[in-house]
Structure formats: C-alpha cells, structure tokens
C-alpha cells in the first residue's frame, strides 16, 4: 500500500467504522429482569426483529423473531433487551424499541401502514433509536441552510494510506 492515496470519504468511513466498533465494545449493564419467580415476555413489534449475539449495533444477527412473536425477557439496559431465543436455547439482545410490553392479538388486523412497518431494516431502526428517519433526512435535505463548502473541498483531498492507518491507529494525535 506504500504510497496509495486514499480520499477523504474513504478516511470518514473508517473513522466512522473505528467510532462505532468503539462505542460497541464499551461494556452494557443488563440488568435482570424483576424477579427470578417472575416471567416478563414481550412482543415483537418490527417485521423481523434481529437478535444479536450482544447488546451492540454491530454484533451478529444470531436469531430472528417476527412480528407479534412473545420472548421472555432476561434483563434490559442502555436501550437493549436481553431475550431467550426462540426454542430456549441461549439468549441474545434486541433493540427495546424492536419490542413492546404490550401483547399484540394474533387476530388484530391493523389498517394499511399500522402494523408492522413492512421491510424496516435494521440500520433504520438503529438510526431511528438515534433520531433519525429517511423523512427527517429528506427534510433537511431539502431545507439546509448549512453550506457544505468546505466539506465538497475537504472531499478532494488525498492521504497516504499509512497516515489514515496511523489515524486509526491513534498515531499523531495530542
């Protein structure tokens, strides 16, 4: 790679990788759920809700669960839910607000577009958890009084690729 260039986009993208493998390796408090005697369980309210082998945007999908389906609840923290899989073998976490403590009838049909939001990924429902949606990104879009300027500049700009890896890497930094 000596001697590579690598563009500013391609730096922000893994400065961003590097941010969030960051923040999901810091430590989540799971706390359990009420009582040992007491079995919490809630609904899935997305299509397909995404169980993930831990509590972080990032970790492997290792279970899915549909809409309406009950899982029982082992303990919740930081916006995460931990779940026993589907068949009780193991357990995993999910987005809380992938869940709802109310129980949806197995014979409600809802009006079109009340259900399940049909075909919500999950990097919308992590964006969603963080304030974001493809309306609210629209909106701006279209009524930013922000100049992007200098962002269009810094976009033309070229780094060796040692030096983004040093970045990375915490090199250069005070």
């Known amino acids: 790679m000596k001697g590579s260039k690598i563009s500013l986009k391609l730096m922000a993208v893994f400065f961003a990788v590097t941010i969030c493998y960051s923040y999901a ?11 040992a005697t007491q079995t919490l ?28 389906q009950r899982l029982k609840v082992l ?11 589907p ?3 193991g357990y995993g976490y999910m987005y809380a607000s992938a869940l709802s403590a109310v129980q949806i009838p197995q014979s409600y049909s809802p009006a079109p577009g009340q259900g399940a939001a049909p075909g919500v990924s999950g990097t919308e429902i992590a964006l969603a958890g963080k304030g974001f949606n ?8 279209e009524r930013a009084s922000v100049r992007f300027d200098w962002v269009d500049f810094m976009e033309g700009f070229d780094y060796e690729a040692e030096s983004c890896i040093g970045f ?4 250069g930094l005070r």
């Open 75 to 85: 303990g919740s923290g930081k916006g995460w839910v931990k779940v026993a899989l």
């Open 41 to 68: 369980e809630m609904t899935v309210q997305v299509e397909i809700g995404r169980i993930r082998s831990s509590p972080s945007a990032v970790a492997p999908v290792i279970a899915t669960a549909l809409y309406r």
């Open 134 to 141: 493809a309306d609210l990104e629209e909106y701006y879009g």
């Open 168 to 171: 990375l890497n915490g090199e």
């Open 25 to 35: 390796a810091e430590p989540v408090s799971i706390e359990p759920s009420r009582s």
């Open 87 to 89: 068949g009780g073998q």
